[in-house]
């Protein structure tokens, strides 16, 4: 086990108070295992975005490690675009890439229990007639009354997802405040919707100028795109939702099984 040191000009406190438990005994190459417990300590938040790591030198001696295997584990993480190198200054944090469940789950819940310190701003929440798609999706007579909600969803002030979701009007009432506070499926529980199920569809884009601007990229940056019908548990359609994700900080993580 090897502690961080006091090392206070080159590192800032979250970067003092982290354990790197680096087994040398292991086939593991040590500058992955390193490489694997800062980006851990980054995702969850302990190291946060603009906190320092030091240079390679000083982290070296920190952890007793070869300059080289400090430098190829801050190299690997760079390149993820979780940390920058700075003249001058030394190792800098980036940000997190948020990699979510592919489950049946609120982005705000996800966020949350992973330490991202998510924030919501709620661009759009107002009714207006179904289009087709919408009504399609929601089981609903098209130009019926629904509740349409765009919000911008960010971790550690950073927009991470833009969100826009369809709700039949009749569903519950959606507070704005509210919305800035929690997440719409923690208010959907609250209300005594059941959510069961969901069809859901990942694919990929670019960014429009419109998009770029909101979610702090350059038009045409790679985005990935979601569209999901959620269900409660008697097979009502409750929610129909367009979302889209900067590529560069969102992931979708899931297990695959092998078919008896």
Known sequence: MARTGGTARAATAAADSLDFALDRGSPVPLYYQLAQQLEAAIEHGALAPGNL??????????????????????????????????????????????????????????????????????????????????????????????????????????????????????????????????????????????????????SARSATAEEAARLDEEEGAALLTMQRTAYDDTGRPVEYGTHIYRASRYAFDFQLLVRP
Do not use: W
């Not at 609120?106 to 998510?118: F, H, K």
């Not at 999706?137 to 950073?158: D, K, M, P, Y």
């Not at 009432?173 to 800035?180: G, I, Q, S």
């Open 53 to 202: 790591l030091g240079n390679e030198i000083d982290l070296s001696t920190r952890l007793g490690l070869s300059r080289p295997t400090v430098r190829q584990a801050i190299q690997s993480l760079v390149d993820k675009g979780l940390l920058v190198r700075r003249r001058g200054v030394g190792t800098q944090v980036l940000h997190s890439q948020v990699k979510r469940p592919l489950e049946l789950s609120s982005l705000y819940d996800d966020l949350e229990s992973a330490g991202q310190g998510p924030t919501t701003r709620v661009v759009r929440n107002e009714r207006e007639p179904a289009s087709p798609d919408v009504a399609a999706a929601l089981g609903i007579a098209e130009g019926s009354e629904v509740i349409v909600l765009e919000r911008l969803r960010l971790t550690h002030g950073q927009p991470v997802a833009l969100l826009c979701n369809f709700l039949p009007a009749t569903l519950l009432d959606l507070d704005t405040a509210r919305l800035e506070a929690t997440g719409l499926y923690r208010m959907m529980r609250t209300a005594g919707i059941t959510l069961h199920s969901a069809r859901q569809t990942i």
